[in-house]
């Protein structure tokens, strides 16, 4: 018997649920996080045997241990939906639209967040890095930049494209990197593509050759973690970068948002941003 590949699309995201049934997918998982069969089946309350079975496909696991492999491998929830797809079975977990009505309290609260957050800048993102709220803060940085980098706003493109924030960032080459790893890392959990091609699109663009540089490398920051070091209005402002997910989210829409929050890293930061009009 043949499976047919199922795909399933969110947010700009696509996830093929399986070609070959869902041993291999559970496999590569549990490759992915170094762990051994036995390994596995003692934390899962089964057996090397019984894993080894599912896994080459000469057993057929149930609904409930392939959320159970799932929850101790760490999948993410929209891949526990492939597997669920790749084995049979219907997809335990909703993909929600961000406005739809059952959502209604969760961007309350979101907005809510937000707005306290205000004057520090604060974005909220989906699993492929698309801006989906932001704060007055988060608008003082994008002022200036041009309208084709704003109309489908992109966290990853406006930070390192070079009509976007690249040129006003006095560390480019340090927070640059910090940014791909941190985009390395999700592919290797998510496996998407279109992240991916994302990834390649945002590694490639050029350095702008007038970016500035403050900082000589043998240096150590004064601050507790590495800053986004970026010129606003006329004077460079120092933050540190704080990413914060749902905890076990039921759904995938919810799964895959992230609200950033740039903090100040220095006094001087955040009397100049307390020293701004209120927005409205």
């Known amino acids: 018997m043949v499976n047919t590949a199922v795909s399933a699309t969110v947010c700009g995201m696509?996830?093929?649920a399986s070609r070959t049934g869902v041993g291999p997918l559970l496999r590569g998982w549990r490759e992915r996080r170094r762990l051994s069969q036995l390994e596995l089946a003692l934390r899962a309350d089964s057996s090397a045997r019984h894993i080894s079975f599912v896994e080459t496909g000469r057993s057929r696991p149930s609904e409930a241990m392939?959320?159970?492999?799932?929850?101790?491998?760490?999948?993410?929830?929209r891949e526990r939906n492939a597997l669920l797809l790749a084995a049979g079975y219907a997809p335990r977990y909703g993909e929600s639209a961000l406005d739809a009505p059952e959502l209604g309290t969760l961007r309350e609260g979101i907005e809510r967040l937000l707005a306290g957050y205000d004057p520090y800048p604060a974005i909220v993102v989906d699993g492929s890095y698309a801006v989906l709220a932001a704060n007055g803060g988060a608008a003082l940085l994008l002022d200036g930049l041009?309208?084709?980098?704003?109309?489908?706003?992109?966290?990853?493109?406006i930070t390192l494209h070079p009509e976007g924030l690249a040129p006003r960032i006095r560390n480019l080459r340090e927070w640059r990197g910090h940014l791909l790893a941190q985009m390395e890392r999700q592919i290797a959990l998510v496996r998407s593509e279109p992240l991916r091609a994302l990834y390649e699109e945002v590694a490639a663009y050029p350095v702008p050759g007038t970016a500035p540089d403050d900082r000589d490398d043998a240096t150590p920051y004064p601050y507790f973690a590495l800053?986004?070091?970026?010129?606003?209005a006329g004077r460079v402002?120092?933050?540190?970068?704080?990413?914060?997910?749902?905890?076990?989210?039921?759904?995938?829409t919810v799964a895959e948002l992230a609200i950033e929050t740039l903090l100040p890293a220095d006094p001087e930061t955040a009397a100049f941003l307390r020293s701004?009009?209120?927005a409205g």
């Open 14 to 16: 696509t996830t093929v």
């Open 66 to 77: 392939i959320l159970r492999l799932a929850e101790h491998l760490d999948v993410p929830v």
């Open 146 to 157: 041009p309208a084709h980098l704003l109309e489908a706003p992109n966290a990853m493109r």
């Open 227 to 232: 800053p986004l070091r970026i010129e606003v």
């Open 237 to 252: 402002l120092s933050f540190v970068s704080s990413i914060s997910t749902f905890n076990t989210p039921m759904d995938v």
């Open 276 to 278: 701004l009009p209120a």
